[in-house]
């Protein structure tokens, strides 16, 4: 086993999970978590360029659902 992801799957296609399950648990949330937050980081960018730009003209209920699009 090479990577993370190798040992989930050895865990799982070996019917070792109930054994292993915070490993599993671990190897999981390792292999999800991003490898850098540049993307948060760019969503909040763009919703200051947003909310500057539109701040007298809508309610906070709108901004925030914009915001989730973002």
Known sequence: MKTIEDLENYIIE???ASLFKDILT???I???LP???ASAERSFSKLK???NYL???M???RLS???ILV
């Open 65 to 67: 659902n914009i915001s």
């Open 14 to 16: 070996n019917d070792m």
């Open 35 to 37: 490898v850098t937050v």
């Open 59 to 61: 309610g906070q209920e």
């Open 49 to 51: 360029i947003i909310k």
């Open 30 to 32: 390792f292999i999800s």
């Open 55 to 57: 701040r007298n003209s």
């Open 26 to 28: 671990a190897c999981i």
